[in-house]
């Protein structure tokens, strides 16, 4: 018997999105992420209940801000001390890992589904998951988007609005679309 499209999805294999199992996980999180969006911060904490059993790895410490999405929240790993503004989203189809006293500003997107090129496998659903690796001390300025795939180092800042396609190096600092070095720090 073959791999299921999870497994496949998990070894970082092609797969379809079109999946009883991962319609499943992916409802799961919904309803997570919904119970967390909506609660009171009173009465939510750092994460909602729900999200909070949901999620993978993650510090007593971290703190994600509402509203908040993703797509499984099965694959995120968040440090201590790791910080998500409002608007955050992580489609984890692929782990995303983000390393402690790390901070994401307003809206960051972080995607790591790469769906087929062919159009035809595209419509059926193929897609791939990379996995995103975010160091310690990262900051994360508002509305940047990490592509499936990227790693970036510690230390490093990306600016707001920056697309990161391409691994970036530890201290670094990046901006643009796509983005790009400027100048040391």
């Known amino acids: 018997m073959g791999l299921s499209e999870r497994q496949k999805m998990v070894g970082g294999e092609w797969y ?7 319609d499943d996980l992916r409802w799961q999180a919904r309803e997570a992420v919904h119970e967390h ?4 911060p009173a009465q939510r904490g750092n994460l909602g209940p729900a999200l909070a059993k949901l999620l993978g790895d993650v510090a007593a410490t971290a703190f994600i801000e509402a509203p908040f999405h993703c797509a499984y929240g099965i694959n995120i790993s968040l440090g201590h ?12 189809s692929g782990s995303v890992r983000i390393g402690e006293g ?3 500003g307003p809206g960051v997107h972080i995607y790591c589904a790469e769906h087929h090129k062919d159009p035809a ?3 059926a659903g193929l897609e ?5 690796a975010i160091g310690a001390n990262v900051w994360i300025g508002g509305g940047a988007i990490l592509m499936a795939g990227v790693t970036i180092g510690d230390g490093a800042i990306i600016g707001a609005g920056a697309v990161v396609t391409k691994d970036v190096v530890p201290g670094a600092t ?3 679309n796509p983005a790009r070095p400027i100048g040391a720090r």
């Open 174 to 176: 990046v901006v643009g």
């Open 102 to 104: 790390s901070m994401l």
């Open 128 to 132: 791939i998951a990379r996995p995103v």
């Open 81 to 92: 001390r790791v910080y998500l503004n409002a608007g955050c989203t992580i489609l984890d």
């Open 37 to 40: 969006n909506t609660m009171s």
């Open 121 to 123: 496998l595209r419509g």
């Open 16 to 22: 379809c999105c079109f999946d009883p199992e991962l």
